[in-house]
């Protein structure tokens, strides 16, 4: 099995050599790359990895390598040579026991990146199983999906669609948003935007007054969603999506 690789480093040289290493590793796939926080982030939204390799402290940024991680929750390496001064906050993230997350310095080769790798996969693995939940659609049998992969849930009717950005969407009835709140789409993860939505913040970008969400509909064709937030939830939205 490959495992898809996203890449943060600020440094250009370093994260030039850091990806063709990377790619030595014929189990790893790196499927994303980037200097920066913002252009990060975007890619991840639409590539789906399953592991992030994150330097920590981001040049000219206020938002660290750690925010980042907390905020699509997957699979973790932080890669940096000051992560001697976010021990807590690594240890936070650890103990918090959501997502695996590991860290080391910066000094590295093949063979040392393939030996982390294979110490952290096990992990990797364990985390991916666990995030399955059971789904009963609409005239079908129970399926499992992941709650990561849903980029929104639309409620219609009493029943409720499951959308995502790489398969066709699923109906179930007879659910409310708050059952899938309660049941795998924790509010870690998910926005109750009204008793409509419930949004994917790592699948949602928020951009000049908008909620936007990527979804595949049932001809297999990317469409977008898009909100208007109302004057008195602009702040909270912003807090929220603007990490």
Do not use: W
Not at 108 to 130: A, G, I, Q, T, Y
Not at 172 to 179: Q, T
Request: glycine share 2%.
């Amino acid at each position: 099995m490959n495992y898809k690789i996203a890449v943060l480093e600020d440094e250009k040289t370093f994260l030039v050599e850091l990806v063709s290493s990377l790619r030595k590793i014929d189990y790893i796939d790196v499927v994303v790359y980037d200097q920066t926080s913002e252009g990060f982030i975007s890619k991840v939204r639409e590539s789906r990895p399953d592991i992030l390799l994150l330097d920590i402290h981001l040049r000219d940024e206020s938002t660290t390598g750690i925010h980042v991680a907390e905020l699509f929750r997957l699979p973790v390496i932080f890669l940096s040579s000051e992560r001697q001064n976010y021990l807590d906050r690594i240890d936070e993230v650890k103990l918090s026991r959501d997502f695996p997350a590991v860290e080391y310095g910066k000094t590295f080769n093949v063979e040392k990146l393939k030996s982390m790798f294979d110490k952290f996969l096990p992990l990797v693995r364990e985390f991916h199983k666990s995030q399955k939940i059971k789904i009963k659609p609409i005239g079908e049998e129970e399926t499992l999906i992941s709650p990561k992969d849903v980029s929104f849930i639309l409620s219609q009717d009493g029943n409720q669609t499951l959308y995502f950005t790489q398969q066709k969407p699923i109906r179930v009835a007879d659910k409310s948003l708050k059952h899938f709140v309660n049941n795998g789409f924790d509010e870690d993860r998910f926005y109750m935007f009204n008793r409509g939505f419930l949004l994917n913040m790592a699948e949602t970008e928020y951009k000049d007054n908008k909620l936007i969400a990527k979804y595949m509909n049932d001809d297999k064709v990317i469409k977008t969603e898009t909100l208007d937030v109302p004057i008195d939830k602009r702040k909270e939205i912003r807090t929220i999506f603007q990490k």
